[in-house]
């Protein structure tokens, strides 16, 4: 786990009712802009990624990386989850010079795919973290990436109860605009890749998520595309900050 922060600089917010999760976040009053894109990247690590693990790992870097290096880099804070049947808080929202790429630890796959609990807990941390910027007058909007190779087989949330959060969010005006994007990574020739691929259309649709993008096989040439995607989606989000409406959908 990164070293990031300690814990005195950290708020660690607890989010009752159907969630009840928690997660981390710098103090607000430790923030030193006006206005923040809040990124949440939830990376599935159940077995099925077994194989491809490292080469996912070094995307989400290269992803970080890229963001490190953008002229709105200040204006960014980014949260990082992993899940299989459990999801884990690699690091809250944190600014950007807070992170050490290098101190990443390896990502070890196993188990199943509690994927709309961890949906659910990026889309809850990000709007509940934005309502508390909004009303210390901070400009907030959000853009949550949800990473995964497969059908949920675990979790307790539902596809309405995270299209719910997120239509309660922007109607209370809790963010500006939350963009949710749904990526993910084929098995060609596994004997249930139609199978996932409906029940993946299912959840994006049921949940009425912003895109979904299909990377294909997770190959380091489409995981170097997916990077570059994400960056580029995160800037986009970004710059669209103050307009009342989220960013332009990219293509990969």
Do not use: W
Not at 68 to 76: D, T, V, Y
Not at 143 to 155: A, E, H, L, W
Not at 176 to 198: A, F, V, W, Y
Not at 225 to 243: D, M, P, R, Y
């Amino acid at each position: 786990m990164p070293k990031l922060m300690t814990s005195d600089d950290l708020d660690v917010i607890n989010v009752t009712g159907a969630g009840n999760f928690q997660f981390s976040a710098i103090r607000v009053e430790d923030l030193g802009a006006t206005e923040y894109t809040l990124v949440t990247i939830v990376c599935d690590i159940s077995g099925s990624v077994s194989g491809f693990d490292d080469d996912l790992l070094n995307a989400i870097k290269e992803i970080v990386q890229a963001c490190q290096k953008s002229p709105r880099a200040e204006n960014l804070l980014i949260r990082f989850l992993t899940f299989n049947e459990n999801i884990s808080e690699i690091h809250g929202f944190v600014n950007l010079s807070d992170i050490d790429i290098n101190s990443y630890d390896p990502l070890h796959p196993s188990g199943t795919t509690s994927l709309f609990d961890a949906t659910y807990d990026a889309v809850g941390a990000t709007t509940e973290y934005s309502k508390r910027l909004i009303d210390q007058d901070f400009d907030c909007n959000g853009i949550v990436f949800v990473i995964t190779d497969g059908m949920d087989n675990r979790s307790r949330m539902t596809p309405m109860s995270i299209k719910e959060k997120i239509s309660t969010a922007v109607a209370m005006e809790e963010i500006e605009s939350l963009s949710t994007i749904l990526i993910t990574l084929t098995r060609p020739g596994t004997s249930m890749e139609r199978e996932i691929d409906r029940a993946l259309n299912i959840f994006f649709s049921e949940a009425e998520l912003t895109q979904r993008v299909d990377v294909g096989e997770a190959t380091k040439s489409n995981l170097a595309k997916l990077a570059n995607f994400v960056s580029q989606s995160i800037s986009s989000q970004s710059q669209a900050l103050g307009t009342g409406a989220p960013s332009q959908v990219l293509a990969l």
